[in-house]
């Protein structure tokens, strides 16, 4: 099968993220211009850089063309939070992504709290895993029509310190239980793990002359 291009949005969408597998889950939060709270899930998303920490999120339009509402609080805020998702939160999360009319809260209709931001105005979710505060450094428009390209600077993480790996200082993957997307209604936690060492090109150079 050799596939060069496809004649529907829709049809490449759902292929793509069936093949792309598995994506990391920014579950943003945003505030609006009256106070509430926006909840909403994206996995087309993306570390960038680590000095400084950038992210981008590509957040495509509605289906009658208008930005959805995290887009929009991220225009008029500048800033947002990420909320990484583990199992615990999977369901609450998939609620948020129904597609509340604008001004309706999606947490309201959730098991899930929030709690003040340290860096920016906004809120982040109290039961998330690790939480990034961010502000908006630039928002890409011109790379396709239905869709914007989101860059953010990650100003504090927040983390569960039982998750942290005391020998490393890093997350401890097993213990986040931080979930990844699939295609269509599926999704993946973190089960086996294996390691693999990276050797130097020299060693692999030796390994094929023998």
Known sequence: MKIESFHN???AYYFLT?????????????????????AAPFSYFSPLSSDPILISVSI???????????LKNIIDSGEFCINMVNELMSED??????????G????DYTNLHTVSCDKIQGVRI??????LEIKLKKIINDLGEDFSVVIGEVK????????????TGNIDAKKSRIIGRLGGNQYLNIENIFSIERKACSEYIKRKNL
């Open 156 to 167: 504090v993480i927040h983390v569960n310190d039982d998750i942290i790996d005391t020998k």
């Open 18 to 38: 069936s093949l792309i597998i598995p994506r990391p889950i920014a579950f943003i939060t945003t505030i609006n211009s009256n106070k509430t709270v926006n």
């Open 104 to 107: 309706i809260s999606e947490l």
């Open 126 to 131: 109290k039961e998330a895993p690790a939480s």
């Open 60 to 70: 495509y339009n509605k289906a009658n063309g208008e930005k959805k509402d995290t």
């Open 93 to 102: 999360m998939t609620i948020c992504g129904a597609g509340f009319p604008y």
């Open 9 to 11: 949005n829709n049809k």
